[in-house]
């Protein structure tokens, strides 16, 4: 394998047709002295029955935004979750990527009464354990690309962070404790969630569990065309944002929790205030159609839109959906026959709305994403449902 490198992600080629994210021969291997940092949110089950799943996916979207303000000019791609988050970093950024996490869980736990487990695991381990971690560079616009993983080795890690058994060595002890706060700067959740437009959001996971690298690719080649046919046109069409359903309001739903994690530097009333200016300003301008620095609120709704991270591929593929209730119908239909076929396991969840959380890097250079997940649970809870699939696959002999 290759030494670390840190343009590593920068350096790598980009596509822009999703439906080419499945083709393992497209993907390249990270360096082998790179890690693969994720945190995962204990008892999130519990705090999305409570109605708590904003908190949740912010604290999620926490983890990354706290490493990529630590990381400088490296490129560090990631993976959001909803309950948590996956980033992959080279060595030199071990230590300050750590610290940055300990510091997130400590505000999870003292401002949400969230507990992280979170771990940092060697990709020459996973490599060790006859996995991969392979990364292909997905264009989303002109500001922004996004990593998408394939080999097995995402899949792999999450299992060791959450294993009672083997993660140990790869865990950040939960006593471990640093003084400071995190560097939250950018991390936003100010939209109102996003209503359906055509009848319920769905959050959708599948996995083909068995198979060489070019069967898998097959088989989610597959499943990428059948659910084209069903939704009559590119899953683009169907992401959940769209001008008809970004609205804003006053105090913003969220600020409270906004506040809590980003509040470094202000305090916690200064970040309430900072959150509620900057909210009332960008309504003002919405309304007015006037600019104001580097915003403009039409480019900016449009940019918003195209960066919207509502379809993944990570090991599975993950697709945040506006659909009628006809083609979810036909989607389950089709899954099942896929999974009767003991092809793949899959989870699917829907909702009235999507909730939304944004990172915002640079908005001159139209540098932000917008993380997207349903609102009754989204992922966490498809990720229960195929991991029951998962379990009586490979409790029944092929």
């Not at 994690?261 to 309304?287: F, N, S």
């Not at 498809?382 to 409790?395: D, E, I, N, P, Y």
Request: charged share 25%; net charge negative; aromatic share 8%.
């Amino acid at each position: 394998m290759t030494d670390s490198s840190t343009d590593f992600f920068t350096a790598l080629a980009s596509v822009r047709d999703f439906t080419k994210v499945t083709d393992s021969s497209l993907y390249t291997p990270l360096p082998d002295d790179w890690l693969l940092v994720l945190s995962d949110i204990q008892g999130s089950t519990r705090a999305i029955e409570q109605g708590r799943y904003k908190t949740v996916n912010m604290v999620g979207a926490a983890c990354i935004m706290g490493i990529l303000n630590i990381a400088d000019e490296i490129d560090v791609p990631y993976v959001f979750g909803g309950d948590g988050a996956t980033l992959a970093i080279p060595p030199q950024l071990a230590d300050a990527a750590r610290a940055a996490l300990i510091k997130v869980r400590h505000v999870a736990r003292e401002q949400m009464s969230l507990d992280l487990r979170i771990g940092l695991i060697p990709v020459k381990d996973l490599r060790a354990r006859g996995l991969d971690v392979t990364l292909l560079k997905y264009r989303m616009s002109a500001g922004l690309s996004l990593a998408m993983f394939s080999g097995g080795g995402l899949s792999e890690a999450d299992r060791l962070l959450k294993s009672e058994t083997e993660g140990g060595d790869y865990l950040i002890p939960m006593d471990a404790k640093l003084e400071g706060q995190p560097d939250l700067e950018g991390l936003s959740c100010r939209w109102e969630p996003l209503s359906s437009r055509n009848g319920k959001i769905i959050s959708l996971l599948v996995t083909a569990p068995f198979g060489s690298k070019d069967e898998k690719t097959q088989i989610y080649d597959e499943v990428l065309k059948k659910l084209t046919t069903i939704l009559g046109s590119k899953a683009e069409d169907y992401r959940p944002t769209s001008r008809q359903n970004l609205r804003l309001r006053w105090p913003p739903r969220a600020a409270w929790i906004e506040a809590k994690l980003t509040a470094a530097g202000r305090g916690l009333l200064g970040a309430l205030y900072r959150i509620g200016w900057q909210t009332a300003v960008q309504m003002y301008l919405e309304k007015s159609g006037k600019k104001a620095g580097s915003y403009d609120g039409a480019i900016y709704r449009d940019e918003l839109i195209a960066n919207t991270d509502f379809q993944r591929f990570d090991d599975m593929i993950r697709l945040v959906l506006d659909c009628r209730p006809d083609q979810i119908t036909a989607i389950e239909e089709c899954l099942n026959a896929f999974h009767e076929q003991k092809k793949i396991a899959y989870g699917l969840q829907s909702s009235d709305n999507a909730l939304m959380t944004c990172l915002v890097f640079n908005m001159a250079e139209g540098a932000h994403v917008h993380f997207v997940d349903g609102g009754d649970g989204g992922f966490a809870f498809a990720a229960t449902g195929m991991k029951r699939q998962l379990a009586a696959l490979t409790s029944d002999p092929i």
